[in-house]
């Protein structure tokens, strides 16, 4: 029995030899490990690229992001209008375009300064859409805008022409909102996002590039809420208000507007140019979404100051109704509507992606005979029917009827076929 | 019997030789590493994708490197004008515009060939950087063919983006700016020294493009800092540049925007006048004394004119001075002026970012025999706060003092203009 530990030790020793003999290889174990660790040890400035709604590059220390991406929207329309629309406005063709077609570089530098670089290529030259930096989470102030944006004004502006439910926004937009200009603004949300508030100094810069000279100013705010959120948004009650002081360049304005058709140029309501002092634009928004069911409904009105008549007073308004005949909902974010997202992709095993059937009514009243304004009353009927294929691509169809008061009729069919990457 | 131990002891040895192979190789650790390290394997040509002063791509082996980025420079401008200058022209009106909306794709490859392509959209689709370039040839160093500056004037070859003041000097008429041209350049003694020739064409930028039998520069450029110490907090610079040109037809212009660009209006202008070449001179001069800087630069331009008319000459020139109240100091490199980076970032702990106060003194003369382009002195304040590398905002109060002919005074502007500035 004295030779048992002579064994036990032999047999260790023969062991470790063994071991030994596999791991004297040329590189260790160990030392390939230690080449791996060294391999994937990530600097903290290199960029993590992936795909999330778009082309995302973030830095590992989430200090720098990139985003770059764009839009296309080609539409196609056909017109009919009655011999009396055509006699007064001229003929209204068929026709094909490209809506939009948008490229854009974004990003945020420091974990703190924020910045989008957004032309549209659709109009020849690049026009200018959101082109801006900004600061995030300044003291006391919120966050700061500096730019060529959106004014805060209208929750159907504010909600990207990506994901408004019918191909144009209702006759409001075109007559009464600022739409994109040069400005500052300040802007925030409170209570865990259930209230978002806005307001900015805004230069009327139409031109392509924008650029003014000028007295001309804009003071515009917007506050907006949720008072009413259930199952993640699913169902919400949306109300928000906007004001917006404007000074018009050379004290000149004009209201008129499309008519919810954009391969037309005739404005069958247009109040002509105005000659006026302050303006002063009032807006209420509602909005309710109850599963696939979603109300939506503003009404604007503008105050214009016109010398030697008493003040001439313009309104609209516009209500509608949407439905997801495939169960989805609208999607809210930050005070506006946001991307759809289909159930179930078309084509994905049985999927059909999420079709949405909507009708709008909208209403502009450009005539105040006592301040000697008449640029006409119009409604319009819309119907619409979206093919949501994806959260990236929707087919759209419109109907739409334009009937401006005693200045006939037009009936538009159009479709549009839309991809944001 | 001892023949038989050893049978023993070598047989327990060999069996745990072998069990210890065995365990060695079984473990599915040597499996496991070797699937790690065949995911990770990376080939020479992926790109490593970082941020750098932008968005760079680099390749493994360093030979093919692409950036993507641009600017974006929104400016407010207010002015006031005196009862004389109302007199002779149109005050100009407050205005908002973008400075200038730039992107741009650059990048290497083959580790030999240089490009960029950089444009500007908020002055219609201008050419801006656009050209290809060699780099490391033997005996020139470098040589570029395309769109970019004519090597002349230390701040015309300073970007936009590290300009102290919004705008460069009136005397900035002077400097040919970007043009088509093919030039040759390097910088030598550990990038103390700088040269740069080319010959160039007028072509402007929007689009680039000359069809003439005349127009033709040859523009050179020499720099060096005599002294250097602490990796640049101090320096001396100094250079000296030269241009030869004839005119694109029969006449030359020189104007200039009084240092602000929202008026549109040029309010010292020689307008064409007939001319048949002319010789442009520079000379520059720059320290830098940690948070101190001063910097300036002298302009002489003489025209030839046809026969019977006598030849004209104009001049200017400015000076300014810079401080830092943050104590960064301005950063220089290869004959030019660089990217200020912060101590501290705004809103970075305590940070308030850079803080710098700036003025300059600027002037041109245009008049000269029977030209009577007017002349111009101007005076600028400048307040810049740098929020970190890649953004700032910057307030400049102007006034120019404008005159026409010699002796009849024009009037005074005041300009006080913003600026807001990202680049990425």
Not at chain 1, 185 to 201: I, P, S
Request: with cysteine; hydrophobic share 40%; glycine share 10%.
């Amino acid at each position: 029995m004295k030779s048992f530990p002579c064994i036990l030790i032999l047999s260790a020793l023969g062991i470790f030899s063994g071991v030994q003999s596999v791991n004297a290889d040329p590189v260790s174990l160990e030392d390939r490990v230690k080449a791996l660790e060294e391999k994937l040890e990530k600097n903290p400035r290199d960029f993590r690229v992936y795909w999330k709604n778009g082309l995302n590059l973030d830095s590992r220390d989430k200090q720098f992001k990139y985003r770059i991406g764009g839009r296309m929207q080609y539409d196609w329309a056909f017109l009919s209008a009655d011999s009396r629309l055509e006699s007064l406005f001229g003929p209204q063709n068929n026709g094909a375009e490209a809506r939009r077609a948008r490229l854009f570089i974004s990003g945020l530098l420091y974990n703190r300064v924020m910045f989008k670089a957004q032309y549209d290529f659709a109009s020849g030259s690049p026009a200018f859409k959101d082109v801006f930096l900004g600061v995030l989470r300044v003291p006391v102030l919120g966050n700061l805008l500096i730019g060529h944006f959106q004014e805060p004004f209208s929750l159907e502006e504010l909600t990207s022409n990506k994901y408004i439910t019918f191909m144009e926004r209702s006759l409001l937009f075109e007559t009464f909102n600022p739409d994109r200009n040069l400005g500052i603004a300040f802007y925030d949300r409170e209570l865990n996002d259930r209230l978002f508030w806005a307001v900015g100094v805004f230069r009327d810069t139409r031109e392509t590039p924008p650029v003014t000279q000028g007295g001309d100013y804009a003071l515009t705010g917007r506050v907006a809420g949720l008072l009413w959120v259930a199952e993640k948004g699913r169902k919400l009650l949306h109300l928000g208000l906007s004001y917006s002081h404007r000074k018009p360049r050379n004290d000149s304005i004009q209201f008129r507007t499309r008519p919810e058709v954009h391969l037309t140029d005739s404005r069958f309501v247009d109040t002509g140019v105005l000659f006026s002092g302050d303006v002063d634009q009032v807006n209420g928004e509602a909005a309710v979404v109850y599963g696939p069911l979603s109300l939506q409904g503003e009404y604007s009105r503008a105050f214009v100051t016109v010398p030697a008549a008493p003040d001439a007073d313009l309104d609209g308004f516009y209500a509608q109704v949407s439905w997801f005949l495939t169960g989805e909902h609208r999607p809210y974010k930050g005070g506006s509507f946001a991307r759809v997202l289909p159930k179930k992709n078309f084509l994905e095993g049985n999927g059909v992606g999420a079709w949405q059937i909507a009708v709008r009514y909208s209403q502009v009243d450009l005539n105040d005979s006592a301040a000697g304004v008449r640029g006409g009353f119009q409604e319009d009927v819309t119907f619409g029917l979206n093919w949501y294929l994806n959260p990236h691509v929707r087919a759209m169809f419109n109907y739409v009827n334009a009937d401006p008061q005693a200045a006939g009729e037009l009936n538009a069919f159009q479709f549009r076929f839309q991809v944001d990457f | 019997m001892k023949f038989v131990v050893g049978i023993i002891v070598i047989s327990i040895l060999l069996i745990g030789f072998w069990i210890g192979i065995a365990a060695a190789n079984d473990s599915d650790l040597e499996h496991r590493v070797r699937t790690l390290e065949q995911q990770v394997k990376t080939k020479d040509n992926d790109f490593r994708v970082y941020f750098k002063n932008g968005l760079r791509f680099d390749t493994r082996d360093k030979k093919f490197k692409y950036q993507i980025g641009g600017r974006i420079q929104t400016d407010f401008a207010f002015y006031n004008a005196d009862s004389t200058f109302k007199a002779n022209f149109n005050e100009p009106g407050n205005g908002a515009e973008f400075r200038r909306a730039r992107f741009f794709i650059s990048g290497l490859l083959y580790n030999r060939i240089v490009f960029k392509a950089e444009y500007d959209f908020a002055d219609q689709t201008s050419f801006k950087n656009v050209y290809l370039g060699f780099i490391q040839l033997p005996v020139v160093g470098n040589f570029n063919v395309g769109h970019f500056k004519e090597p002349f004037s230390l701040e015309e070859l300073t970007s936009s983006k590290y300009l102290t003041f919004m705008e460069r000097s009136v005397a900035n008429a002077f400097a040919p700016g970007r043009n088509v041209g093919v030039a040759i350049f390097d910088a030598v003694t550990q990038d103390r020294i700088t040269w740069a020739v080319g010959v160039f064409r007028p072509t402007g930028s929007a689009p680039p493009r000359i069809q003439s039998d005349d127009g033709y520069n040859v523009t050179f450029r020499v720099t060096g800092a005599p002294w250097y110490r602490e990796k640049g907090a101090q320096l001396l610079h100094l250079g000296f540049g030269y241009s030869f040109s004839t005119p694109d037809g029969p006449t030359f212009d020189f104007d200039t925007e009084p240092e602000s660009n929202l008026t549109a209006t040029k309010f010292v202008d020689t307008g064409a006048f007939s001319a048949e070449k002319a010789n442009r001179f520079g000379f520059e001069a720059a320290a830098v004394l940690h948070a101190f800087s001063v910097q300036g630069e002298y302009f002489l331009v003489t025209v030839d004119r046809p026969s019977g008319l006598a030849s004209v000459d104009f001049n200017g020139g400015y000076m300014e001075v810079s401080y830092f109240l943050t104590g960064e100091h301005r950063k220089y490199k290869k004959g030019k002026f660089g990217r200020v980076t912060p101590r501290k970032n705004f809103l970075e702990g305590s940070g308030l970012g850079a803080w710098q106060v700036a003025a300059r003194f600027s002037s041109i003369d245009l008049n000269d025999g029977a030209i009577t382009g007017g002349e111009e002195n101007n005076i600028a304040l400048a307040l810049n706060w740098y929020l970190n590398a890649h953004t700032r905002l910057m307030f400049n109060y102007v006034r120019a003092d404008i005159d026409g002919a010699p002796g009849v005074d024009f009037g005074n502007l005041n300009t006080y203009q913003f600026r807001f500035q990202v680049d990425f």
